[in-house]
């Protein structure tokens, strides 16, 4: 047998070339971030541009090679899918908390953020949704929920106001989809009108997988409204529209979050010109990083933003930094520092109030005009905090 030895000099030399390579090294770890949206079905193209979102935050932090409790930091993300189903969502909430996640940007709507919700404060780790809108997901008094965009609250207040002091609609009728979210925000815009002293003419329901609104638009039609706000998201809005159109109404279709993306200009077709949404933050062309990111999106994905990957990105990377300046990943340093944070991000300045609700919002009324969403106003977010 052949014996290879090794002097003192080479053997130092070869285990500092494993340490600075990063084949060998005590110091260096690797922290998942969850991710929680439907990849799959009907909203799999709103659960992947969030992923892609978040996907892009990752490697941007990535890069500048950080550094927390002395190690050497990489980030990966840790994707779900929870099929926009509340019951999937709560397993996909105990399969990220039981993997070691040390913080999840999610879920995408309501109606999986609430029940999730509780999963990830039993546990101890942030939950930063991106898009959830409902204000009961902030309200059941955990301090571990967190989102970055305005809640229903204040958009179904937005829009009631634009509904009757800039469309000058008389004989308003309300249609949701049953969902925390579709009926939270209807109820929020009715309150506005009463609120100004208007009374709807009708409200009607359907549910979250309605395709044929025809009975509905029927009872609609014989009120005579002129304006008809839908608490739903695109997938339904467009068929919407387009039996407005098709039954030959004259009222506007209006709503207020999860209109505007180009899901909705492909399936409402020409039929779709006049609709009116309220939609939660800022035109893209108008946040803050907004057309930096919209460059990089689609130099990297070869495709449009579909909705909210900004948000995504954002939420991902505010909770990154309250990691980074707590100098720890364990939730119990980095809670507090998320809490009291004050972040430059994408799509404006993110800064949490008591519940965890993002400070001073921006809401966007955007038209369909020639085929496209056209911001129309910008409302809320004048004040600074």
Known sequence: MKTVKISALSAAILLSSFASTGAWSAKSETVAIGLAGPLTGPSARIGKDLENGAQLAIDDINKQHPTIGGKAVTFRLQSEDDQSDPRTAVAVAQRLVDSGVAGVVGHWNTGTSIPAARVYHDAGIAQVA?????HAYTRQGFDTSFRVMGHDDDGGQFAGQYAVNTLKAKRIAVIDDRTAFGQGLADEFIKSLEAQGVKIVDRQYVDDKTVDFSAVLTAIRSKNADLIFFGGVDSQAAPLARRIKQLGM?????GAGGFVSQTFLQLAQKEGEGVVALEPGLPVEQ?????????EYQSRYHTHIELHAPFAYDATRVLVAAMEKAD???PAEYLPVLRAISYSGVTGQIAFDNEGNLKSPSFTVYKVVD???QPQTVLGGTKTK
Request: glycine content about 16%.
């Open 371 to 373: 085929g496209k969403w």
């Open 287 to 295: 946040m803050p990083g907004g057309k930096a990111f919209e460059q």
């Open 250 to 254: 004259n009222a506007t279709l209006m």
């Open 130 to 134: 991106p898009v959830a809108t409902g």
């Open 328 to 330: 720890s990943v364990d």
